[in-house]
C-alpha cells in the first residue's frame, strides 16, 4: 500500500513523492480507471489506484485548495447561521439562492457548500 511518503512508481511524475504528484493528475488517472475498468492485480497502477481511493476526499479537496487554475473574483460573505463563506462571481444561482463555499477564518476552504438566500447574507469582503 501507497503512502504519501513513497515515490511515484510509473509515469511522467515516476520518482515524485506521492504527495507531490498534482492532484489533477491523480484525478484524471483515478476516472481513466474507473471508465476503462482496466486494472493487473499487484501492478504499480493498481497500488496507485487503491491509494487515490483510500485518499480521493483528501485529495479531491488539494486540488480546489491549491490547484485552482485561476484566481476568481467574488464576495466574502457571512451567512444567517454566522459562517464564513464566498461567493464566486462567474457560477449562477440555484433556485434564486448563492452557491457559498464555507471557508474558516483564514478564507481557507472547509470542503462545505451552501445554498443561501443572497437577502440573509451579509457581505463582509472582497476577492478579485
Not at 499487484?42 to 485552482?68: C, H, M, P, W
Not at 462571481?89 to 474558516?104: F, P, W
Request: aromatic share 10%.
Amino acid at each position: 500500500m501507497l503512502k504519501d511518503s513513497d515515490l511515484m512508481p510509473f509515469g511522467k511524475h515516476k520518482g515524485k513523492l506521492m504527495i507531490e504528484v498534482p492532484r489533477n493528475w491523480l484525478l484524471w488517472f483515478y476516472d481513466e480507471i474507473n471508465a476503462n475498468g482496466y486494472l493487473v492485480a499487484g501492478s504499480d497502477q493498481t497500488d496507485v489506484y487503491i491509494y487515490i481511493e483510500d485518499n480521493l476526499q483528501a485529495i479531491q479537496k488539494e486540488r480546489e485548495i491549491f490547484e485552482t487554475e485561476e484566481k476568481r473574483a467574488g464576495f466574502i460573505v457571512l451567512t444567517k447561521t454566522g459562517l464564513k463563506g464566498i461567493i464566486y462571481n462567474d457560477e449562477a444561482r440555484e433556485g434564486g439562492k448563492n452557491k457559498t463555499y464555507i471557508v474558516d477564518d483564514n478564507l481557507k476552504p472547509t470542503g462545505l457548500k451552501m445554498l443561501c438566500d443572497p437577502m440573509t447574507q451579509q457581505i463582509i469582503g472582497f476577492i478579485n
